[in-house]
């Protein structure tokens, strides 16, 4: 699940704070929007569950299922090279199912081998074309790619067929907030995303209420 707590990842994204917050707030909080500009760069990584188990099609093996779940385990893991090689052997025996495709595109997103990942995650979307999971990895790799706004269409489009999805919710919060600067959205989204949280992020929270004063102060 992505949060605004910093983790740790090789990937990181270049953010620009937005103009409004820089002429509105005070040292104190502009040193805070620093910090959670950081966290932000690596919450902005793909959850390692992005892809959702599929193996209760009927075609799908016991044997088959075990390989899945165990290639799961080995991404939530970090042992690439194993859930990359078990993910390969599903698809191999199940070509017609885009969750094998999805995951090997997240493998491929962290080892930062992109022209593979977008391949595995656009078979996906040929696939299963509301697989939500698979465009939130899509929407990703285009923000990696400078494609703004193709990847908030993505994250848009992932909303609509899972409007739970926590993951693309705080996702285009963070896009409307800091590469669009169209605050009002980023509100709108965190807030949804805090609103299916179990426990309360107290740091987007915070962050939630500064945005809007900054409003009211402009």
């Not at 699940?1 to 740790?8: D, T």
């Not at 188990?53 to 899945?68: G, M, N, P, R």
């Not at 896009?175 to 949280?197: F, P």
């Amino acid at each position: 699940m992505l949060i605004l707590m910093c983790c740790i990842n090789e990937n990181k994204f270049m953010i620009t704070p937005t103009n409004i917050l820089k002429r509105s707030l005070p040292i104190i909080l502009w040193s805070l929007l620093l910090v959670l500009t950081s966290c932000a760069r690596d919450a902005a990584m793909p959850s390692p569950d992005t892809a959702p188990d599929i193996t209760q099609a009927a075609s799908v093996t016991k044997l088959e299922h075990d390989e899945y779940q165990q290639a799961l385990t080995a991404l939530n893991n970090n042992d690439l090279a194993k859930a990359q090689q078990l993910f390969k052997q599903f698809i191999r025996n199940k070509p017609g199912l885009a969750g094998g495709y999805s995951n090997l595109a997240l493998i491929y997103f962290k080892k930062n081998e992109l022209e593979k990942s977008l391949n595995k995650v656009n078979k996906a979307l040929e696939l299963n074309p509301k697989q939500a999971q698979a465009l939130n990895i899509r929407a990703q790799l285009y923000i990696k790619d400078g494609k703004i706004h193709k990847a908030k269409d993505d994250y848009i489009k992932a909303i609509k067929i899972k409007p739970d999805y926590i993951n693309a919710q705080y996702n285009l919060a963070l896009l409307y907030d800091i590469y669009l600067q169209e605050i009002e959205l980023a509100i709108t989204h965190y807030k949804i995303y805090l609103s299916l949280l179990k426990k309360t992020d107290v740091i987007t929270k915070e962050w939630v209420s500064h945005l809007e004063g900054a409003l009211n102060d402009g």
